[in-house]
């Protein structure tokens, strides 16, 4: 009977690393990769965009892409999802941030996790990422803006800002490089006032109803700034539908498909934006480079986007460092229609 039990006992312990071998295949594909993107909130055909490209980097890359968003664009939502990611031990998070500093606690127990963090489009902190991936220069962004409303009011009148959130690190960002404009260039743009900033939160509707408490609360305005897309797609919206082209102008960041209709009727004479796919596409690089160790996050490293070709982290100005896609293009009534179809 003892020889019975312990010659069951050595085929058992033969067998089980083949078996726990078995069990770990079984249930995942050993080798694969898991890079997780989470974006501002559901609902945003930018941030389709971007996840697309994400996915499309991810893939090429031989790994599986997780792609992420709340309902509502707030950082605790965003939390919630990083929480998940951190149980799934994914390989890595890149993030959209709906807030610059408050998901620090979390991202940084992701980190020591062994997961790496990356941010793109809207920064979190330099404590939060090993680095960012910024789709072009804040600065020339938040002055080509104020230029551009300069341009369009005939350098005089009542201007206003429709935002995303008031959390929102990239477009508060811009927004500071706008009012750097106005401040440094007091002569030029001495009959130029920026009456207000509001906040249409990236959602369509409340962007919606803050174009019209705008248009409400100053009737002589002559420019809505929306440095998102989604705001810049409400205030075409609401200027053509009350028969105000002509009258108000909108400029900003906006999606060509969304924003032909008012580019070709004048509600917008023209707009800026980069890639939104190629971000994505980037982004995946980066998060595959960092995964296998290739590069840390430190200003100097280079690594190989695909497509796009090579890229070097640079110093941010946050203090943190960052990898640039590129300038941003100017969409007008001359090339609109090449693009529309593209995003
Ligand atoms: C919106 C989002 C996004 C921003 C673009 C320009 O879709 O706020 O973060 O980069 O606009």
């Known amino acids: ?15 089980a690393p083949v078996a726990v071998l078995f069990a770990s295949g079984a249930s995942e594909e050993p080798g694969v990769q898991r890079h997780a993107f989470v974006f501002k909130n559901t609902g945003n055909p930018y941030g389709e965009k971007q996840m697309e490209g994400f996915q499309e980097g991810i893939e090429e890359q031989g790994g599986e892409a997780i792609l992420r968003a709340p309902d509502q664009p707030t950082a605790e939502a965003q939390i919630q999802i990083i929480e998940q990611l951190i149980a799934q031990q994914v390989a890595s998070i890149s993030i959209t941030g709906n807030d610059y500093d408050a998901l620090e606690p979390v991202l940084t127990r992701a980190m020591d996790s062994g997961i790496s963090v990356l941010s793109a489009d809207s920064a979190v902190n330099p404590n939060s990422r090993l680095t960012h991936i910024n789709q072009a220069d804040s600065e020339m962004i938040g002055r080509t803006l104020i230029q ?4 369009m009011a005939d350098g005089a009148g009542d201007i206003a800002i429709l935002s995303a959130t008031s959390q929102a690190s990239n477009q508060n960002l811009w927004i ?3 009012q750097t404009e106005l401040d440094e260039n007091p002569d030029k743009y001495a009959d130029l006032n920026l009456v207000r900033i509001a ?5 369509r509707d409340k962007s919606v109803s803050e174009t019209e408490a705008l248009l409400q609360s100053f009737p002589d305005l002559e420019v809505i700034i929306a440095p998102t897309t989604v705001g810049i797609a409400a205030a075409g919206r609401v200027i053509t539908d009350r028969g105000l082209i002509g009258d108000v102008y909108v400029t900003g960041l906006g999606l060509p498909s969304e924003m032909a209709e008012y580019i070709e009727n004048g509600a917008c004479p023209y707009m800026f934006l980069w890639n939104p796919i190629d971000v994505g596409y980037l982004t995946a690089y980066a998060a595959v ?14 690594f190989s986007a695909g497509r796009l070709g090579d890229f070097e982290i640079v110093e941010a100005s ?7 896609l590129g300038a941003p293009f ?5 090339n609109i229609d090449e693009w529309k179809d593209v995003y």
């Not at 009977?1 to 010659?7: F, G, L, Q």
């Not at 050595?10 to 067998?15: E, F, K, Y």
């Not at 551009?148 to 341009?151: G, H, I, L």
């Open 199 to 203: 906040y249409g939160d990236d959602l």
């Open 148 to 151: 551009a409303a300069y341009d």
């Open 318 to 324: 946050d203090g943190g460092t960052e990898v640039l």
């Open 289 to 302: 480079a960092a995964v296998n160790g290739d590069i840390t996050g430190a200003a100097g490293e280079t």
């Open 330 to 334: 100017r969409f007008d009534p001359s």
């Open 1 to 15: 009977m003892r020889r019975v039990v312990v010659s069951l006992l050595i085929v058992v312990l033969a067998i």
């Open 176 to 178: 500071e490089w706008m």
